[in-house]
């Protein structure tokens, strides 16, 4: 067998939008990035696992107990990423913090000369999180998404059957204020806070009143569902 090499063949076009390789191609790029702030061991840590660098998709999340690392660990992005030709930009980068000290005026940060700010809202995946003393997210965007699908549902579906509008709810708005609840954590307040808005879509679409009760409804509700799928 003769194996011979060809010339070296230089290859300036960019992997299409959308296409099978990108996101393979993407994590092999990305990955020397993320090796290099573990070897650096800056960032938190859980149980001897490194999480300082979270990355899904094309987002980059950087966690740190101080400050001053998290300074490091933007340094260390911008040295890697120059290297490799990423280019990090910092207009569309944030910094947030959840501490005690949350509050506090802290100066902005920067990646090589860019200057990065920092927010007390934070969106990340389509939630969107509040700096506060301990990690929360932010419900009031979902809770009025919900509310203003609801009442457009409810205006468009006037002659339709109680059990339509129940089934056009479920599949359009519920959605909305339950995505992603099995990853979050919610306190007290936040769940009243979102059953209230389900309680009240039966209270819209039977026709009750705010201070009446739901609960003898959802269930007969429920219980007629099953009967129906049964047949």
Not at 59 to 76: F, G, K
Not at 92 to 98: D, G, P, R, Y
Not at 157 to 173: D, G, K
Request: with cysteine; proline share 1%; hydrophobic share 45%.
């Amino acid at each position: 067998m003769v194996v011979t090499l060809t010339h070296v063949v230089l290859n300036v076009e960019s992997v299409r939008q959308r296409g099978v390789l990108s996101p393979l191609l993407f994590n092999v790029y990305l990955n020397v990035l993320v090796k290099s702030l573990e070897i650096s061991s800056l960032g938190c840590h859980l149980h001897g696992e490194y999480i300082g660098c979270l990355v899904y998709a094309d987002d980059i999340v950087l966690l740190s107990a101080s400050v001053v690392n998290l300074r490091r660990m933007l340094d260390v992005c911008h040295t890697v990423g120059a290297t490799m030709d990423i280019l990090l930009n910092a207009a569309k980068s944030t910094l947030f913090t959840v501490a005690k000290f949350c509050d506090n005026t802290i100066n902005n940060l920067q990646i090589g000369n860019a200057r990065i700010h920092w927010c007390k809202s934070l969106k990340y995946l389509g939630i969107y999180f509040q700096s506060d003393r301990s990690f929360k997210c932010n419900t009031d965007l979902s809770v009025r998404r919900f509310y203003t699908a609801a009442n457009a549902i409810v205006s468009n579906t006037r002659y339709a059957s109680e059990l339509s509008q129940l089934f056009l709810m479920e599949s359009y708005c519920l959605p909305l204020i339950t995505y992603s609840c099995e990853a979050l954590y919610y306190d007290r307040k936040q769940l009243q806070k979102l059953n209230v808005c389900w309680n009240n879509v039966y209270r819209k679409v039977f026709r009750m009143q705010l201070w009446e009760s739901v609960k003898e409804l959802q269930f007969f509700v429920d219980v007629w569902i099953s009967l129906i799928f049964t047949v």
